[in-house]
Nanobody
């Protein structure tokens, strides 16, 4: 079974940066559609960015454009999310998600496999 484990979340000041990692096991990234999602306190989970592992086209939300970057290291089965220019509104638990059935949208309901999440805290 596919397993995903996130790491890299931390407490940062506004304007700071983080690089989150998600290690996959059970499947190689080239067999999966992958994505990053987040959930702020008191809010529903929302998509951040999704992509096919070998698809040059990346789908991302407006708030992520120019600030967040999804990338992979296929040889090591690692999915990354680089976060820049962080604001308090970016605070929340960030999750990686994947599915070998290859979802065609960046919708959390279409992903069957999830990591445990990693906390991103943004405070002055």
């Amino acid at each position: 079974q596919l397993r995903l484990v996130e790491s890299g979340g931390a407490l940062v000041q506004p304007g700071g940066s983080l690089k989150l990692s998600c290690t996959a096991s059970g499947f190689t990234l080239e067999q999966l559609t992958i994505g990053w999602f987040r959930q702020a306190p008191g809010k529903e989970r929302e998509a951040v960015s999704c992509m096919l592992s070998y698809d040059p086209i990346k789908y991302e939300r407006d708030f992520a454009r120019g600030r967040f970057r999804l990338s992979t290291d296929a040889a090591k089965n690692i999915l990354f999310l680089e976060l820049k220019e962080l604001t308090p509104e970016d605070e929340g638990v960030y999750y990686c998600a994947a599915d070998p059935v290859r979802p065609t949208h960046c919708l959390d309901a279409e992903y069957d496999f999830w990591g445990q999440g990693t906390q991103v805290t943004v405070v002055s």
